[in-house]
């Protein structure tokens, strides 16, 4: 009788849990309401290999939002929030095709800053993807830039009729 009374006191607490776990959304970076959970900054610097780049997203002032996105061989920022634009060029390189980044590129930076050792790889991929998916709206604005860049007839160290030979 004792396994009996055991069972039932168990089985309240157990449906209770079930019940709660349905409310309760463990993966902030999935599903339709991705958008309204965010973390909070765990970093100031966040460092990957997107795609055949090594890229960072940095918050230059501590307040959870990342303020330039840059390549970490060169330091070069290739996105950046123009409220920060002194610091940032005074402080890295300036790529020359950078852009400004608009408030959804913002959000989607600002969760760079949140993936954690312990962040489930799905959810690492859902920041990524967001990621991607707003840097693409800038692709014809970037494309045209190195477009203009490689049409130039410079060599990478300027006229050699410059160089006084």
Not at 116 to 141: A, C, E, H, N, T
Request: charged share 20%.
């Amino acid at each position: 009788m004792s396994v009996l009374n055991t069972r039932w006191l168990y089985s309240p607490i157990l449906l209770i849990m079930l019940l709660l776990g349905g409310c309760i959304n463990i993966s902030a970076g999935a599903g339709p309401n991705a958008q309204l959970y965010t973390l909070p900054a765990v970093h100031d610097l966040y460092c990957d290999r997107y795609l055949i780049y090594d890229m960072c997203a940095l918050d230059v002032d501590s307040d959870g939002t990342a303020d330039a996105l840059y390549f970490e061989d060169t330091k070069e920022v290739f996105m950046y929030d123009k409220e920060h634009e002194l610091r940032i060029v005074g402080e890295f390189g300036l790529h020359p095709c950078a852009q400004i980044m608009d408030q959804e590129m913002k959000g989607a930076s600002n969760r760079l800053l949140t993936i954690s050792d312990f962040m489930p790889l799905s959810q690492k991929l859902g920041i990524k993807k967001q990621l991607f998916s707003s840097y693409r709206r800038y692709s014809p604005k970037v494309d045209a830039c190195q477009s203009a860049i490689a049409s130039r007839d410079e060599t990478p160290f300027g006229d050699p009729d410059d160089l006084g030979f």
